[in-house]
């Protein structure tokens, strides 16, 4: 089997003035989740892949949780990019929080491009085991 993709190489001159002159471009994309439950509250983990913590936000407001970043990818020294169709992506995503879950005590932690976020419920709101007494 041969590889018959060839690199072809534009001619950096035919870029027009306006060309040079955009912004880079941006995309915002709904970044992949996993969100478990059990009896103690709820865990989301989002894929941010390219995002550091000074690019990241997370806010609860009116009982929603709010995930915005931005990644950065950067180039490389002494190269330049032959093509890119999103040089910064931006990664936005919302959820409704339940009335049982204590936004109050929300943990995020960021590691290796992967939020976590664990979400308690309020104490009133999770199971309890109840002691039954014999007279």
Known sequence: MTDTTQMVERDQSAVTKSQEDRS?????LLP????VEDSNGVTIWADLPGVTKDK????????NLHIEA???????????????E????HFARAFSLSADLDASKIEANLQDGVLKLTIPRRDEA???RIAVTVE
């Open 126 to 128: 999770r199971p309890r």
């Open 86 to 89: 999103i040089r910064q992506p």
């Open 24 to 28: 880079t471009p941006t995309m915002t």
């Open 32 to 35: 992949a989740v996993d969100i």
């Open 56 to 63: 990241l936000e997370v806010n609860v407001h009116d009982g």
């Open 70 to 84: 931005e990644a950065v990818v950067p180039t490389p020294q002494g190269l330049r990019v032959q093509h890119a």
